[in-house]
């Protein structure tokens, strides 16, 4: 198992195996992102009302890029679609 999507296939970064029944075996990583930037701690992310979707958007991001660089953005791809996504999903309805 892996925290994070852009994680997948680096070994360091494997947080548990549920085959080995192994759940959480690499705690330095799993209290990283448990202890790291809160999107909570963003006054964008707290004024943005798609915040409850998308969590802050990827927590590697905010890790690895810190939220001093202002041209950065952490938005997940909710935010400018959602209209186009609850059309999809109303006309599969």
């Given amino acids: ?3 994070c999507w852009h994680h997948l296939g680096v070994n360091n970064l494997v947080v548990g ?9 690499n705690y ?6 448990m ?3 809160d ?3 963003d006054a964008k992310c707290k004024e943005c009302k798609y915040s409850i979707v998308c969590g802050g958007g990827c927590p ?3 890790l690895n890029n810190p ?4 041209n ?3 938005c997940s791809i909710f935010k400018n679609n959602m209209h186009s996504f609850l059309d999809i999903k109303y006309s599969k309805l």
């Avoid at 195996?17 to 075996?25: A, D, E, G, P």
């Fill in 1 to 3: 198992m892996y925290k």
């Fill in 17 to 25: 195996n549920v085959l080995l029944n192994k759940i959480f075996t």
């Fill in 28 to 33: 330095n990583v799993i209290a990283r992102y």
């Fill in 35 to 37: 202890k790291g930037e």
């Fill in 39 to 41: 999107y909570l701690d």
């Fill in 60 to 62: 590697d991001l905010r």
């Fill in 67 to 70: 939220s001093s660089k202002k």
């Fill in 72 to 74: 950065e953005t952490y």
